[in-house]
T-cell receptor, first 118, second 116 residues
C-alpha cells in the first residue's frame, strides 16, 4: 500500500533551535501534501497545504515565517520550525495525496514527529 | 463553526460487542467525502473507511461499517465484534468538494477503550 515516511520521529532540542521535518511519499507522487499539528488528547489541526513548485497555503492563525514549508519535488515536503520555543512542542504529522487517486482516495499519513523544545 | 463534531470524548465497550462512534458534519457543498481514521497511542493515522456524499450504499470494510444518514448529516462508525486492539482514538474527517485541494477537517476524536 501507499507509504509516507516522516523523519525524524522524535526531536528534543534547545529553545532557539530550528528543526526540519521531512515527509516523503515512497511509492507514489504527491503534488499536494498536508501538515498537521496535534496536542495531546486533541484533534489534528491543519497548519498548511504544501504544493509542489509553489508556495504553501497556510491556515488562518499559522505563522508563515515560523513554519517554513518547502515542497521541492513530487515526493518530498519539508516543514521547518524556525527558532523553536517550548510552546512549539507538539506532535507534527504530515499526509500526502496520491496524484493518481480520485476523490474517494484517503490521505496517507506519516508516523508523525514528536517535537520537544526545552 | 465546527464542521465535524464528535460528541463522545470517550467510549467503553466490552470485547466482542459492537460499538457506534458518532459523527455529525456541516457543509453546504453537495460533493464531499467522509473518512474515519484510527490513531493508536503510537500516533500513526490508520485509514478505516470512506463514504462519498453521492454513495447510495453505506460503506463497509471488514468489521467497520458506516451508518450514513445524509439528511441528518451524520456518519457514524460501527465497529462489530470489538477486539482489544481496537482501543485507540478515532477521528471522523470531511473533505469538501474538489476545489478545496483535498484538505481534511477533523473532528475532536473519540477515545475508545475495549474491556476484556
Amino acid at each position: 500500500g501507499a507509504v509516507v515516511s516522516q523523519h525524524p520521529s522524535r526531536v528534543i532540542c534547545k529553545s532557539g533551535t530550528s528543526v526540519k521535518i521531512e515527509c516523503r511519499s515512497l511509492d507514489f507522487q504527491a503534488t499536494t501534501m498536508f501538515w498537521y499539528r496535534q496536542f495531546p488528547k486533541q484533534s489534528l489541526m491543519l497548519m498548511a497545504t504544501s504544493n509542489e513548485g509553489s508556495k504553501a497555503t497556510y491556515e488562518q492563525g499559522v505563522e508563515k515565517d515560523k513554519f517554513l514549508i518547502n515542497h521541492a519535488s513530487l515526493t518530498l515536503s519539508t516543514l521547518t520550525v524556525t527558532s523553536a520555543h517550548p510552546e512549539d512542542s507538539s506532535f507534527y504529522i504530515c499526509s500526502a495525496r496520491d496524484d493518481r487517486g480520485g476523490g474517494n482516495q484517503p490521505q496517507h499519513f506519516g508516523d508523525g514527529t514528536r517535537l520537544s523544545i526545552l | 463553526a465546527q464542521k465535524i463534531t464528535q460528541t463522545q470524548p470517550g467510549m467503553f465497550v466490552q470485547e466482542k460487542e459492537a460499538v457506534t462512534l458518532d459523527c455529525t458534519y456541516d457543509t453546504s457543498d453537495p460533493s464531499y467525502g467522509l473518512f474515519w481514521y484510527k490513531q493508536p497511542s503510537s500516533g500513526e493515522m490508520i485509514f478505516l473507511i470512506y463514504q462519498g456524499s453521492y454513495d447510495q450504499q453505506n460503506a463497509t470494510e471488514g468489521r467497520y461499517s458506516l451508518n450514513f444518514q445524509k439528511a441528518r448529516k451524520s456518519a457514524n462508525l460501527v465497529i462489530s465484534a470489538s477486539q482489544l486492539g481496537d482501543s485507540a482514538m478515532y477521528f471522523c474527517a470531511m473533505r469538501e468538494g474538489i476545489g478545496q485541494g483535498g484538505k481534511l477537517i477533523f473532528g475532536q476524536g473519540t477515545e475508545l477503550s475495549v474491556k476484556p
